[in-house]
Nanobody, 127 residues
Framework: QVQLVESGGGLVQAGGSLRLSCAASGRTFSRAAMGWFRQAPGKEREFVAG????????DYADSVKGRFTISRENAKNLMYLQMNSLKPEDTATYYCALEPAESWGTVYARARAYEYWGQGTQVTVSS
């Protein structure tokens, strides 16, 4: 089974930065798409960013475009989310996800498209 573990969350002031990491272990898949989602208490889980196996094709929610950058290092089974200019509305639990579809350039923006999920890491942005 694939295990995904997020790290890098914490408490920061508005305008600050954080870099989230997602490490995959156990069984791995080739050409797997990955993504980041977030969920605040009482809110539905929402798409943040997605990245295809190639690492070139990416997708971002409008709310984070220009502030967040998604990347991956396939050889190390790692994915990152660099978050800059953080806002209080970015406060949420952030989850990484993996879809083992064997596609070089496919990215998914729907939570239902992903098969594996991490436990989440908390990001809190204060005013």
């Amino acid at each position: 089974q694939v295990q995904l573990v997020e790290s890098g969350g914490g408490l920061v002031q508005a305008g600050g930065s954080l870099r989230l990491s997602c490490a995959a272990s156990g069984r791995t898949f080739s050409r797997a798409a990955m993504g980041w989602f977030r969920q605040a208490p009482g809110k539905e889980r929402e798409f943040v960013a997605g990245i295809a196996w190639s690492g070139v094709i990416t997708d971002y929610a409008d709310s984070v475009k220009g502030r967040f950058t998604i990347s991956r290092e396939n050889a190390k089974n790692l994915m990152y989310l660099q978050m800059n200019s953080l806002k209080p509305e970015d406060t949420a639990t952030y989850y990484c996800a993996l879809e083992p579809a064997e596609s070089w350039g496919t990215v998914y923006a729907r939570a239902r498209a992903y098969e594996y999920w991490g436990q989440g890491t908390q990001v809190t942005v204060s005013s």
